[in-house]
């Protein structure tokens, strides 16, 4: 712990040391398509995608479910534990189709597939309208927020007569809580007002409020295209806090541009789009998207890709890069790389064509997670309120040592380390006083050690402060580093910064 704060204070005078860029343990979730139709021609599977050894290789972890019908996409997230995964399907609503219309659970290690939810009941927490179909057509993104429970968009056959203006399907964010395996509807479209198809799911960075973008563009009864939507989560997500971090009257984050995933380095959205050549940005406020980069295809794995799929590396690092999960149809599925800093191409890696799977047809390439990636979550007490557990997981790097701080000030521009890498965390009085557990009443760091498993558990208890059901709408920012003197920096691994707020 000394040795960490005395290298904060000392940043300029260290000597970057030489060793490997810092990304994600290179093991990666990819896959997820499957139909009951055609059911032997797509690769109806999840997929693990290992790059720690001497060569790439790419194994099944799991089927999906049967019957099932398509997986959403994206859709596919490591759970709150960083051992088990969590999925969406989408499709009909034929009752025969137990799996589809679902928010799943995949337990790893005893191999086996749970319905949390399931369409056929999404009658008992739809909105008002004159006539129910007992099944929605699809679930979107789940999502794990800063209690442990899980957020997803659903989109269901429900007409909805009044308001006479939203006589359309139904829109809703449900939430799954964990703990009592119950759902209850966040927000739907009469209770705010509009129509909107409650896409995909992220937090942001800045603030700590709930982002969710739009799926929709209208014209009446507002001016909305494409809206980013912003939820607090201290408030239990009331839809009388609605509000836009990106209004969408002019164009916002378009549907195809799957993911609501920020550049650390500025807050604002950035991804390529769907086909690969193109880079879009979306700042806050009432501006449309962007394109800060066109990409040639020189190289590209085929002349059109598909890439619903994808998301940033680690943000720390000194090259930070974005990987989109892409596929063409019958032609193959590939890994492409960005480099953020640039926006520009740098590389695939094949994952499956007709040549290493001769038994698929077709290769739609729908997801993709860093496996065992989720290296900071906090979970409420049950017990106490306004108490968290500080959840650690990082298992390729068991019984390290590692430090775990808070701050106040957020992630930009963060703490430079000379060997590149980004300690996404502006030193303020919280950090030193966290890092340096002078608050144990308050933040409790824990073991200062991984345990065999790579996990370990921090808290933050505010239980004895007097603070209102509605929460005090205050950010704060959670970072680790695992420690090793042997490591450029002394830091061996710097997961991307958590935000949650109080």
């Known amino acids: 712990m000394k040795r960490f704060l005395f290298a904060l204070l000392a940043l300029a005078l260290l000597i970057p040391l030489a060793g490997a860029q810092s990304y994600h343990n290179p093991v990666y979730l990819v896959g997820g398509y499957g139909t009951t139709s055609t059911y032997t021609y797509y690769p109806t599977a999840i997929f693990l995608y290992d790059k720690t050894g001497a060569a790439p290789t790419i194994s099944k972890l799991c089927d999906l479910p049967t019957p099932t019908y398509t997986m959403r996409y994206p859709s596919l997230y490591m759970d709150y534990d960083n051992k088990n995964l969590l999925m969406c399907s ?55 927020d800063q209690n442990g429970d899980t957020l997803f968009g659903v989109y269901g056959y429900e007409y909805v007569t009044s308001p006479s203006t939203l006589a359309s399907n139904y829109y809703a964010i449900f939430k799954y809580d964990r703990t009592t395996a119950s759902v209850r509807t966040i927000v739907d479209t009469v209770q705010a007002g509009f129509i909107e198809y409650w896409e995909q799911i992220d937090r942001d960075i800045d603030s700590g409020k709930i982002l969710v973008a739009g799926g929709r563009s209208q014209t ?68 449309g998207y962007t394109t800060i980069s066109t990409v040639p295809n020189t190289g590209f794995p085929n002349t059109t890709v598909y890439g619903y799929s994808g998301k940033y590396d680690l943000q720390t690092a000194a090259k930070p890069r974005y990987l989109l ?59 106490t309120p ?34 590149g890498r980004t300690i996404n965390l502006c030193l303020d009085p919280v950090v030193w ?41 205050q950010p704060i920012w959670i970072a680790v580093a695992v420690l090793d003197p042997k490591a450029p920096c002394g830091i061996a691994y710097l997961p991307d910064t958590y935000v949650m707020r109080l």
């Open 90 to 144: 989408s499709g009909t609503s034929t009752a025969g189709y137990a799996w589809s219309n679902s928010l799943l659970h995949y337990d790893v290690a005893a191999k086996t597939w749970t319905s949390l939810w399931n369409g056929q009941r999404v009658s008992e927490h739809a909105g008002p309208g004159s006539y129910k179909y007992s099944y929605p057509y699809s679930y979107a993104n789940p999502f794990v």
């Open 220 to 287: 009446s009864p507002n001016t909305m295209r494409y809206a980013v939507h912003t939820f607090n989560p201290e408030d239990g997500y009331n839809p009388a806090n609605h509000g836009f971090w990106n209004d969408g009257s002019v164009y916002g984050w378009y549907n195809y541009s799957r993911g609501v995933e920020q550049n650390l380095k500025n807050g604002y959205l950035e991804r390529p789009y769907y086909t690969g050549l193109y880079v879009y940005q979306l700042q806050p406020g009432s501006g």
């Open 325 to 383: 999960n892409t596929y063409y149809s019958s032609t193959g599925a590939w890994l492409m790389e960005y480099d953020v800093n640039t926006w520009s191409f740098t590389g695939f890696d094949l994952l499956m064509n007709k040549t290493t799977h001769p038994e698929y047809n077709y290769f739609y390439n729908y997801n993709f997670e860093f496996y065992q990636g989720r290296h900071l979550q906090t979970v409420r007490d049950l017990k």
């Open 386 to 419: 306004n108490k968290w557990d500080i959840l650690i997981s990082i298992p390729h790097l068991p019984k390290m040592p590692y430090v775990l701080a808070a701050g106040a000030s957020g992630v930009r521009p963060g703490m430079a380390l000379p060997d």
């Open 433 to 473: 006083m966290t890092a340096s557990n002078l608050v144990p009443g308050i933040w409790n760091i824990g073991p200062g050690m991984l345990d065999g498993n790579g996990e370990a558990k921090g808290s933050l208890d505010l239980s004895k402060f007097k603070i209102p059901s509605t929460g005090i709408g």
